[in-house]
């Protein structure tokens, strides 16, 4: 049975924790990946100063639980750890971590990007982006919807 631990969060989180959380009395495990998104300085061609995340708490932790436990259902995983950020984030500050240990490194690497692509288009925040010229809500890509139904 895999351990699953969802955060939805405005203050930071230490990567190096956790990943020492995931790697804790787990000697089941021998495979650890993990994935750390950021703010960007640029997005469709302007400058960005700050993203903004906002979500709707229950049903945001809900959602998050739920992408982990499909992953679970697909791989066989021994941990996973979802941190999603929210509130006024500036450039290069950390968004989300995901990690994912396994016995074996195929089931890791994909249940972290299958995590990663689902987030994308399936969890509830709501992102605005502050440019130098103005704000703006930033929808899902398509290329992120296509890319999660490949799954």
């Known amino acids: 049975m895999s351990i699953i631990q969802v955060s939805v969060q405005q203050a930071d989180f230490d990567y190096a924790l956790e990943v020492e959380k995931l790697e804790a009395d787990n000697n089941n495990d021998g495979a650890l990946v993990t994935f750390v998104g950021r703010v960007r300085n640029r997005n469709d061609g302007e400058n960005i100063r700050q993203l903004t995340l906002e979500h709707y708490p229950g049903m945001t ?6 992408i982990a436990e499909q992953a679970c259902e ?18 290069g500050e950390k968004i989300v971590f995901v990690g994912v240990t396994s ?5 890791a690497y994909h249940a972290n990007e299958f995590i990663m692509d689902y987030l994308k288009v ?10 130098e010229q ?8 398509g290329s992120d919807q296509i890319k999660a139904t490949t799954w």
């Open 61 to 66: 932790e809900k959602s998050l639980q739920a």
């Open 134 to 141: 103005h704000e703006r809500w930033v929808e899902a890509k």
């Open 74 to 91: 697909r791989w066989q995983l021994g941990r996973v750890s979802v941190i999603h950020r929210y509130g006024c984030l500036n450039v």
């Open 122 to 131: 399936k969890a509830p925040f709501w992102k605005k982006e502050t440019t």
């Open 103 to 107: 016995a074996h490194r195929q089931d």
